[in-house]
């Protein structure tokens, strides 16, 4: 490994290897839901075609995941608020709790992993993820909605 992007792309591997490794247990939605939930929480309602475009996902993907998502009571499809023509996701009180949960477990887990870094190297790992991802979303001309505040505390759009 000689460019420290070599090194970046095998921590990157892992980073993602580990993910999935903490996803697994006692877990409700796997992670094409928790996405999904928690991009319409952040966004609001969406159409399949936004979700799509979102995600980068083709519709019938996202046609199978949603309704899967329906049956389990995490979405409902619901008219367009803005008075357009497609129907829109949007995220139940039980799809909203069940990802409340989720998140506050992952959090658990994080906590513990870090449990003996002192908390600005916290904030310092958090912001530049949070450069990172945003780097990615610009490289690609995707930007992800996120949180009206970030971890740097400057306020972004939510869309």
């Given at each position: 490994?000689t460019?420290?992007t ?15 490794i ?7 939605l ?35 995941q949603?309704?899967a ?10 008219p367009?608020?803005?008075g ?10 039980e ?26 190297e ?11 991802n ?11 909605p996120?949180?009206?505040a970030?971890?740097?505390?400057q ?5």
């Amino acid at each position: 490994m000689t460019k420290p992007t070599d090194l970046l792309e095998f921590e990157a591997m892992l980073f993602g290897r580990y993910s999935l490794i903490s996803r697994k247990g006692d877990h409700r939605l796997d992670r094409s839901a928790y996405t999904i939930l928690s991009l319409l929480r952040t966004n609001g309602p969406l159409s399949i075609g936004q979700l799509s475009e979102a995600l980068a996902l083709d519709v019938s993907t996202l046609n199978r995941q949603t309704a899967a998502m329906m049956k389990s009571g995490l979405l409902e499809r619901i008219p367009d608020p803005d008075g357009g023509i497609a129907r829109k996701f949007r995220v139940t009180p039980e799809g909203d709790a069940t990802l409340e949960d989720e998140r506050a477990q992952s959090i658990r887990h994080l906590d513990a992993i870090l449990a003996d870094w002192p908390e600005e190297e916290v904030a310092n790992l958090a912001s530049y993820l949070e450069r990172f991802n945003t780097a990615i979303e610009r490289y690609h001309g995707r930007p992800w909605p996120r949180p009206a505040a970030s971890v740097s505390g400057q306020r972004r759009p939510n869309k």
